[in-house]
Nanobody
């Protein structure tokens, strides 16, 4: 059975940092792309970052490039999102999701391709 569980969200001031964790089980990560996507109130869900299972390639949305870093610990099947220099516009519910790599264009981070989802974790950036 597949499970993805996010943690690490919270309230942080602008300019601060958070690290999100996505603990996965039941997924052979070498065959899956794991992405972080977010949804702000009144907005569509958007891809933030993704890491490919096959070769570890990493992709980022333009809005977070240089501030966010995705990584993976294969020993614990956990994917992380380190978020630095946070801005109020980063406020959203952040989801981790997994897609079989052969079914998706990894860099596109198209939420429609992702079959397995966590419950989401709230990130609020506010002074």
């Amino acid at each position: 059975q597949v499970h993805l569980v996010e943690s690490g969200g919270g309230l942080v001031q602008p300019g601060g940092s958070l690290r999100l964790s996505c603990a996965t089980s039941g997924l052979p990560l070498e065959y899956f792309a794991v992405a972080w996507l977010r949804q702000a109130p009144g907005k569509e869900r958007e891809g933030v970052s993704v890491i490919a299972g096959s070769d570890g390639s990493r992709f980022y949305a333009y809005s977070v490039k240089g501030r966010f870093t995705i990584s993976k610990d294969s020993a614990t099947n956990t994917v992380y999102l380190q978020m630095n220099s946070l801005k109020p516009e980063d406020t959203a519910v952040y989801y981790c999701a997994a897609a079989r790599e052969y079914t998706t264009v990894v860099a596109a981070m198209d939420s429609r391709d992702y079959n397995f989802w966590g419950q989401g974790t709230q990130v609020t950036v506010s002074s």
